[in-house]
Nanobody, 130 residues
Framework: QVQLVESGGGLVQAWGFLRLACAAS????????MAWFRQSPGKERGFVAA????????YYADSVNGRLTISRDNAKNTVYLQMNILKPEDTAVYHC???????????????????????WGQGTQVTVSS
């Protein structure tokens, strides 16, 4: 059993900042790839950012690159998403996900595929007002 619990969402004005956190349990956190996806009504679920098992590599959607930063703290079993210069189009439910094989690196394209991730958190709402 693996559990992912997101936190840190809320209401923020455009150009503001927010940090999301994902606490993991039931699995060796440091051994697995992690990522963030987001979902808005009327939109397809979209990839936001991913981080390799070791933290040596990170990947971002073109729409967020330069504004959002994914990181992990293995001692706390937590993945973060620092969001800066937020835009109204960033409004969505953000889901933390975990997948892949332990201690394994993949081709960059793999990390943005929803099928790659086995476990999904319930999500945290981020609302960016204009």
């Amino acid at each position: 059993q693996v559990q992912l619990v997101e936190s840190g969402g809320g209401l923020v004005q455009a150009w503001g900042f927010l940090r999301l956190a994902c606490a993991a349990s039931g699995r060796t956190f440091s051994s697995y790839s992690m990522a963030w996806f987001r979902q808005s009504p009327g939109k397809e679920r979209g990839f936001v950012a991913a981080i390799s098992w070791s933290g040596s590599s990170t990947y971002y959607a073109d729409s967020v690159n330069g504004r959002l930063t994914i990181s992990r703290d293995n001692a706390k079993n937590t993945v973060y998403l620092q969001m800066n210069i937020l835009k109204p189009e960033d409004t969505a439910v953000y889901h933390c996900v975990s997948g892949g094989d332990p201690r394994t690196n993949y081709r960059p394209s793999v990390y943005q595929q929803t099928a790659f991730y086995t476990y999904w958190g319930q999500g945290t709402q981020v609302t960016v007002s204009s």
